[in-house]
Structure formats: structure tokens, C-alpha cells
């Protein structure tokens, strides 16, 4: 069980707006760290989307946002294409005893209706 | 152009060892802190073990610890993971993957290398 629990799917049509969401506990995003999110292609290595709850990195659509707000965040995906269509996953830090540094959600596949 | 590639991986029984390496190319690789992150079939990724860009730090996560060792050159512009004591568990693709020191996000990626643990 990941540390970060997301839905397991979300879908929209072309064009739509759909958002997902990545839950944690006062020892990762309540504790102030941010949340960072990747999208993982078929066949692919995961690719950084959203750094610091907000950020796009150079090259990423406006099409894409990101919340964060308490013990959650929220990746906004605007204007769905079909090439939006893949998993997609939260990212945070976690200072708990838990040994894990580093801890991820299980991811939320899109699909394009 | 930033390029991280990873190779070593394969098959292996329960209780055998591999090293994994990652070549690195296209950036500064001693000036980042690097990172092993590896992901199960048809699970989230689970960050693995992180060192710092000189090797003073080095962190694992407890799924790992005493089993696993991460080392770098820099010279090389090269990551390792040495696994030992491998579980099935252990099943996963592993990517290595850049982190800025001081931030806590990971970019880039490398493409995978595969670990399989079956007798």
C-alpha cells in the first residue's frame, strides 16, 4: 500500500477537464513538504509533469496544474487530448519513522474517453 | 542532451546478487545527488536508495537495507547499485534518476533495466 493514495482511474472525453487527487498524512504533505507529479507513458519511464505543488518544468502544456492544499494536492488536466491518455503518479517526502525517504502514490490511470 | 542509461539488470534466483549501472551524459553529474527508484509490474514507483554528489550521504529504504548498496564515480559518470540477498520481491524495472541536492523531485529519468527474481 502506497504511502500517497490516489484513485486508481479517472476519465474524460476530448476536451474535458479532469483533476486528480493525491492524499497523504501530517508526516509528508501536511508536514509542508511539497508534492511533485509525473506522467508515465505506456512502455515508458516516468517523466517529471509538476515540481513544487505549482511548477511546470520547460516544455510541459499549461494544460497541465497543480494544488496542494493541507494533507492534499490535485493534478488538473485541462483540455484533454488523447495523448494525455497514461498513468499518473504523486510524489512527496515523508520525515516519519517509517524508514522510506522518498514516497510515491499508486498512481491514477487516465483515460480518454 | 541530459541522458541517464541504465543497464545490468536480468534474471537471477532467490538469494543471488547483480549489479546495476547508470551511465551518465549531458550534465554535471557530480554536482547532483543521484537516486535508484524502482517499480513493480503494475504498481507506483518506490523510491530504492539516494546518494549524495560526493558520496558523503547515502540512504536506503528499509525494504533494502543490508541487502543493497548504492556507490558512485564520478570520474565515470557512473551510478551503481550493488543487490544482494535478492527476494522476489525485488521484481521491478529500476530507474535511476537525477535529484537536485536541496530539492526533493526527481528528473531525469533513465529508460529502466529489469530485475527479475525467480528460481
Known amino acids: 500500500q502506497s504511502v500517497l493514495t490516489q484513485p486508481p482511474s479517472v476519465s474524460g472525453a476530448p476536451g474535458q477537464r479532469v483533476t486528480i487527487s493525491c492524499t497523504g498524512s501530517t508526516s509528508n504533505i501536511g508536514a509542508g513538504y511539497d508534492v511533485h507529479w509525473y506522467q508515465q507513458l505506456p512502455g515508458t519511464a516516468p517523466k517529471l509533469l509538476i515540481h513544487g505543488n505549482i511548477h511546470r518544468p520547460s516544455g510541459v502544456p499549461d494544460r497541465f496544474s497543480g494544488s496542494k492544499s493541507g494533507t492534499s494536492a490535485s493534478l488538473a488536466i485541462a483540455g484533454l487530448q488523447a495523448e494525455d491518455e497514461a498513468d499518473y503518479y504523486c510524489q512527496s517526502y515523508d520525515n516519519s519513522l517509517s524508514g522510506s525517504n522518498w514516497v510515491f502514490g499508486g498512481g491514477t490511470k487516465l483515460t480518454v474517453l | 542532451e541530459v541522458q541517464l542509461v541504465e543497464s545490468g539488470g536480468g534474471l537471477v534466483k532467490p538469494g543471488g546478487s547483480l549489479r546495476l549501472s547508470c551511465a551518465a551524459s549531458?550534465?554535471?553529474?557530480?554536482?547532483?545527488?543521484m537516486n535508484w527508484v524502482r517499480q513493480a509490474p503494475g504498481k507506483g514507483p518506490e523510491w530504492v536508495s539516494s546518494?549524495?554528489?560526493?558520496?558523503?550521504?547515502?540512504y536506503y529504504a528499509d525494504s533494502v537495507k543490508g541487502r543493497f548498496t548504492i556507490s558512485r564515480d564520478n570520474a565515470k559518470n557512473t551510478l551503481y547499485l550493488q543487490m544482494n540477498s535478492l527476494r522476489i520481491e525485488d521484481t521491478a524495472v529500476y530507474y535511476c534518476a537525477s535529484r537536485d541536492s536541496g530539492r526533493n523531485w526527481f528528473d531525469p529519468w533513465g529508460q529502466g533495466t529489469p530485475v527479475t527474481v525467480s528460481s
Open positions: 546518494i549524495s554528489s560526493s558520496s558523503t550521504y547515502k
Open positions: 549531458g550534465f554535471t553529474f557530480g554536482s547532483f545527488s
